[in-house]
């Protein structure tokens, strides 16, 4: 018998491009918050070499695709085949989600919502202070353009592999934000005093994500205080051995759920229109990391 015609609703894909995708849960994120809010959305992983990058975008345009989360190493490079930034992108430097609306592809970076979402309830012990940032990639910047618009600190520190690639971060926000210092840490000597000397640590480099498990950016002599925030981005593992160590400590944590959570909510909005189902999501991806750890 022959299948009857399906037509299929490429306007409500959706997805998420990369070149390393094997653990990502965003899939599980949007897939279960379609299902929750009965959107009729699909999300899907598109696993791609740098080669093959422009050839997405076109498809995106030609089938009118919905729209794409973005992840490493894209989140630079897709800016090229977009038609419009939002400001929030376009101050951070970089994209996590693109949106197809009729035709115009816009860049927007909702990673800047992961960071509020994050940080938030840490908001008065974070302003007029000083603030560690480990990495100088797209998460870095959105980590440093949030803080610095929303969080009033008087000071950022970035301490990264490269350092060039910190001065360069550093360089960009002194001119868009006048009223925060930008420094480098790159001396041993620095990195321990400006990490010791700072109300919160962000970690933003994927050290310690699985299967490094037991990597942590922090230099050996460096003790954390209880009176610290201790901040990764990793998700996977739910709990970092930077966040083990800080938890030892007494310190304050937040792990890399919230931040995942906030990118997402606010990328499932821009694609649907839908609010969110923050709890729904929340205990699918709690389920599934936490079978993770004991598998
Ligand atoms: P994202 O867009 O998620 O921030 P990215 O742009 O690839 O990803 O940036 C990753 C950051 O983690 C970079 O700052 C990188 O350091 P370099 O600038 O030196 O490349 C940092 N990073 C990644 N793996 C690292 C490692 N094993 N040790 C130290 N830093 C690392």
Do not use: W
């Not at 490269?162 to 934000?177: L, Q, S, V, Y």
């Amino acid at each position: 018998m022959i299948a009857p015609h399906v037509r299929f609703p490429y306007e409500r894909i959706t997805g998420i491009i990369g070149m390393s995708l094997g653990h990502t849960l965003s899939p599980l994120m949007h897939n279960t918050a379609f299902k929750e809010v009965n959107a009729d959305f699909k999300y899907g992983v598109f696993q791609v070499r740098p080669d093959m990058v422009g050839h997405l975008f076109e498809a995106v345009r030609k089938f009118n695709i919905r729209g794409l989360n973005v992840t490493i190493p894209y989140k630079q490079t897709v800016m090229e085949y977009t038609d419009e930034l939002s400001d929030e992108a376009s101050t951070i430097g970089a994209v996590n989600t693109v949106v197809n609306e009729n035709g115009r592809l816009i860049g927007y970076n909702t990673d800047a919502d992961g960071v509020e979402v994050s940080l938030r309830r840490f908001a008065h012990r974070i302003a007029g202070t000083s603030v560690v940032v480990y990495g100088a990639g797209g998460a870095a910047r959105a980590v440093i353009s949030t803080l610095a618009s929303s969080f009033a600190p008087s000071k950022i520190v970035i301490v990264n592999r490269t350092p060039g690639h910190a001065t360069t971060i550093a360089e960009t926000f002194r001119r868009k934000c006048s009223k925060t210092t930008f420094i480098v840490a790159n001396t041993d000597e620095s990195i321990v005093q400006e990490t010791g000397a700072a109300s919160t640590i962000v970690n933003t480099t994927s050290i310690g994500m699985h299967p490094d498990v037991n990597g942590t950016p922090l230099p050996d002599s460096v003790q954390i205080r209880a009176d610290q925030i201790v901040f990764d981005i990793v998700y996977t593992p739910l709990e970092t051995a930077l966040l083990r160590q800080a938890r030892n400590a007494g310190a304050l944590t937040v792990s890399g759920l919230d931040m995942l959570l906030g990118q997402g909510a606010k990328a499932f909005e821009l694609f649907t229109q839908l609010r969110f189902p923050m709890d729904a999501a929340r205990a699918a991806l709690l389920r599934e990391l936490t079978s993770r750890q004991t598998t």
